[in-house]
């Protein structure tokens, strides 16, 4: 670099040919890079938003590079205001409070990157071990447990059923208040056929209704009549049916349905409908103390009066069962129950299966192999059976629980019913209760007289599992079992629902709980507020959704009804 004199002013610096050279180069890069920058802008690439930057923050873990992290914050301090005070003014105390500052998150920088940062991250799901036992797997447009009654005083005794062909539910359950036992309310919610949101409750009992209701039946056709069977305390204690062709929003005056013989009251009905929409009915009923047993009762399809057949099975001390019907390859339908009997059983204490082909025949008893297996006697403390088809097979299966020992079992035929494998064990526990007496007094309704209007509820939970409820999974070629599950030798640990399966070529349910080998079980719902759960009750048509309702025993407030949705084809899929 040279100088020359300048008599007009001072002197100024003479660039060389090379400096001037690059100084020119210098002023092309910066135009071009102004011009990438007017570019980036353009394209939205401008300052990161502070949520932008705290995102990246999150994401990588470490704070951006090139941006400050945010400051410490005074903790805000407000003078109180001057008011002109009359009188002594009160003099100042110092409390000793001292204001601190509040800290500024705590970031460690990045490494230094490229000039742009990552302003919208993409997270990437990281694949996480399922072990059990565990919160609800991931289900497929599963719906989280709600409260579905909330309702005053105790509501129980809930049952569920789907249309079988467009999904939406309707479910059924007993209100009742301690000071007016005799004041019950039968109670109905619908969910609607679109939207899937639950209507609101509508009673559908014109007269008197005690407690439980005998705990109230329900089913729906495929034309969309709702139908509802519970026991009326309006004279002489019976059963009352009531229907529904609006969706629930009106319902039919009550009617009485005739009672064979001396049987006198109703009690865990169960409700179906065949293949040719014929309404059937099975329920206990009693004629003495401590005397129970088993009626059909069946009612033509849209109409017609009903007919009934007194004590299915012999023997006496009958107080839950259940049925289906299926069609056989000649076009006679034929009818298959499932009753636990403990006194004067066709085929020893247990549960005594019968089917009846056509309508108003007699019923032929057929027995389970093995029932006394690991438990004995069997004192069985609820049933549920199902039918359904798989790769053109027919199945039909039946599980119990037992009462005041832990117990949950299982029983399927491949021959329509006439015969049965021998008993599964779905769950059993080493620790039981000591063995229970079938000449014992029968558990009563609500023995603990805490309004569940449960037989045996007390014992029955101290054992650890029961109250079984079956459910057919098409899509992995699975039959699976819902039920009631507490800590052994633990009081006042939660009841929960959970879930059991097999594949329909073996006899072995997953999880193994078989009093040896003592797997976890599998989880069917995350805790709800209590998760003292009672007396599941599932319908599923076959295909998408099943629903399932509960009780909830709230234990220092009310009893509430619950209900939830899940896939059986996701939960029947999550171990190969």
Same mark, same amino acid.
């Given at each position: +670099? /040279?100088?020359?004199?300048?008599?007009?002013?001072?002197?100024?610096?003479?660039?060389?040919?090379?400096?001037?050279?690059?100084?020119?180069?210098?002023?092309?890069?910066?135009?071009?890079?102004?011009?990438?920058?007017?570019?980036?802008?353009?394209?939205?690439?401008?300052?990161?938003?502070?949520?932008?930057?705290?995102?990246?923050?999150?994401?990588?873990?470490?704070?951006?590079?090139?941006?400050?992290?945010?400051?410490?914050?005074?903790?805000? %301090?407000?003078?109180?205001?001057?008011?002109?005070?009359?009188?002594?003014?009160?003099?100042?105390?110092?409390?000793?409070?001292?204001?601190?500052?509040?800290?500024?998150?705590?970031?460690? +920088?990045?490494?230094?990157?490229?000039?742009?940062?990552?302003?919208?991250?993409?997270?990437? *799901?990281?694949?996480?071990? $399922?072990?059990?036992?565990?919160?609800?797997?991931?289900?497929?447009?599963?719906?989280?447990?709600?409260?579905?009654?909330? +309702?005053?005083?105790?509501?129980?005794?809930?049952?569920?059923?789907?249309?079988?062909?467009?999904?939406?539910?309707?479910?059924?359950?007993?209100?009742?208040? $301690?000071?007016?036992?005799?004041?019950?309310?039968?109670?109905?919610?619908?969910?609607?056929?679109?939207?899937?949101?639950? #209507?609101?409750?509508?009673?559908?009992?014109?007269?008197?209704?005690?407690?439980?209701?005998?705990?109230?039946?329900?089913?729906?056709?495929?034309?969309?009549?709702?139908?509802?069977?519970?026991?009326?305390?309006?004279?002489?204690?019976?059963?009352?049916?009531?229907?529904?062709?609006?969706?629930?929003?009106?319902?039919?005056?009550?009617?009485?349905?005739?009672?064979?013989?001396?049987?006198?009251? +109703?009690?865990?009905?169960?409700?179906?409908?065949?293949?040719?929409?014929?309404?059937?009915?099975?329920?206990?009923?009693?004629?003495? %103390?401590?005397?129970?047993?088993?009626?059909?009762?069946?009612?033509?399809?849209?109409?017609?009066?009903?007919?009934?057949?007194?004590?299915?099975?012999?023997?006496?001390?009958?107080?839950?069962?259940?049925?289906?019907?299926?069609?056989?390859?000649?076009?006679?339908?034929?009818?298959?129950?499932?009753?636990?009997?403990?006194?004067?059983?066709?085929?020893?204490?247990?549960?005594?299966?019968?089917?009846?082909?056509?309508?108003?025949?007699? $019923?032929?008893?057929?027995?389970?192999?093995?029932?006394?297996?690991?438990?004995?006697?069997?004192?069985?403390?609820?049933?549920?059976?199902?039918?359904?088809?798989?790769?053109?097979?027919?199945?039909?299966?039946?599980?119990?629980?037992?009462?005041?020992?832990?117990?949950?079992?299982?029983?399927?035929?491949?021959?329509?019913?006439?015969? $049965?494998?021998?008993?599964?064990?779905?769950?059993?526990?080493?620790?039981?209760?000591?063995?229970?007496?079938?000449?014992?007094?029968?558990?009563?309704?609500? *023995?603990?007289?805490?309004? /569940?209007?449960?037989?045996?509820?007390?014992?029955?939970?101290?054992?650890?599992?029961?109250?079984?409820?079956?459910?057919?999974?098409?899509?992995?070629?699975?039959?699976?079992?819902?039920?009631? %599950?507490?800590?052994?030798?633990?009081?006042?640990?939660?009841?929960?629902?959970?879930?059991?399966?097999?594949?329909?070529? /073996?006899?072995?349910?997953?999880?193994?709980?078989?009093?040896?080998?003592?797997?976890?079980?599998?989880?069917?719902?995350?805790?709800?507020?209590?998760?003292?759960?009672?007396?599941?009750?599932?319908?599923?048509?076959?295909?998408?959704?099943?629903?399932?309702?509960?009780?909830?025993?709230?234990?220092?407030?009310?009893?509430?009804?619950?209900?939830?949705?899940? #896939?059986?084809?996701?939960?029947?899929?999550?171990?190969?």
């Amino acid at each position: +670099m /040279s100088t020359h004199v300048n008599f007009c002013g001072p002197a100024r610096p003479v660039l060389s040919i090379a400096e001037n050279v690059r100084k020119r180069s210098m002023r092309v890069r910066q135009r071009v890079i102004a011009a990438i920058c007017v570019a980036l802008v353009a394209a939205g690439c401008s300052t990161p938003t502070p949520s932008q930057i705290e995102q990246t923050a999150v994401v990588l873990g470490c704070y951006p590079y090139g941006f400050p992290p945010p400051l410490a914050t005074a903790t805000a %301090f407000i003078n109180p205001p001057t008011v002109p005070g009359i009188g002594m003014p009160t003099a100042t105390v110092d409390v000793g409070v001292t204001l601190t500052p509040t800290p500024a998150p705590t970031w460690t +920088m990045c490494t230094p990157g490229p000039a742009t940062p990552s302003l919208t991250p993409t997270v990437r *799901p990281t694949a996480t071990p $399922w072990t059990r036992p565990t919160a609800q797997p991931p289900i497929t447009r599963n719906t989280p447990p709600i409260n579905l009654s909330n +309702m005053a005083g105790y509501d129980v005794e809930p049952a569920v059923a789907i249309h079988p062909t467009e999904g939406w539910a309707a479910v059924v359950w007993a209100n009742w208040v $301690w000071e007016f036992p005799n004041e019950a309310t039968i109670y109905v919610k619908t969910q609607g056929r679109q939207s899937k949101a639950w #209507n609101p409750a509508r009673g559908v009992n014109t007269g008197a209704v005690e407690k439980g209701g005998g705990a109230p039946a329900i089913a729906i056709d495929r034309a969309g009549r709702i139908h509802v069977v519970y026991l009326s305390s309006e004279g002489p204690r019976h059963p009352a049916y009531t229907f529904s062709d609006d969706h629930g929003v009106t319902w039919s005056s009550p009617t009485a349905i005739p009672q064979p013989g001396n049987a006198a009251g +109703m009690y865990y009905p169960q409700l179906w409908l065949d293949q040719s929409d014929t309404l059937h009915l099975v329920y206990t009923a009693t004629s003495c %103390f401590d005397c129970f047993r088993y009626i059909h009762a069946e009612r033509p399809a849209r109409g017609g009066t009903w007919a009934s057949q007194d004590q299915i099975v012999p023997g006496e001390k009958q107080l839950f069962g259940d049925g289906t019907s299926l069609r056989l390859p000649d076009g006679t339908i034929r009818s298959i129950v499932a009753i636990g009997c403990r006194i004067g059983c066709p085929h020893g204490v247990g549960v005594a299966i019968a089917y009846r082909d056509g309508s108003g025949d007699a $019923w032929i008893n057929r027995p389970i192999p093995n029932q006394n297996l690991r438990v004995s006697p069997q004192l069985v403390q609820w049933v549920d059976i199902i039918q359904f088809v798989d790769q053109g097979q027919q199945y039909v299966c039946t599980a119990w629980g037992q009462y005041a020992k832990s117990a949950t079992q299982a029983a399927c035929s491949t021959d329509n019913g006439a015969t $049965w494998g021998s008993t599964e064990i779905i769950a059993h526990h080493s620790r039981t209760q000591p063995p229970g007496d079938p000449n014992a007094p029968t558990p009563t309704i609500d *023995p603990a007289d805490d309004g /569940s209007g449960e037989a045996g509820d007390a014992a029955v939970l101290i054992a650890g599992g029961y109250h079984p409820e079956l459910i057919y999974d098409s899509a992995n070629h699975k039959l699976l079992a819902v039920w009631v %599950f507490v800590e052994l030798d633990q009081p006042g640990q939660p009841s929960t629902l959970v879930y059991s399966y097999r594949h329909l070529d /073996s006899a072995t349910w997953t999880p193994v709980i078989d009093g040896s080998d003592q797997d976890p079980p599998l989880r069917l719902f995350p805790d709800t507020r209590r998760s003292a759960a009672r007396n599941p009750r599932i319908a599923h048509a076959g295909s998408g959704l099943a629903a399932v309702t509960w009780i909830e025993i709230e234990r220092d407030e009310s009893i509430e009804i619950y209900v939830g949705a899940f #896939n059986p084809g996701a939960l029947a899929a999550q171990e190969k």
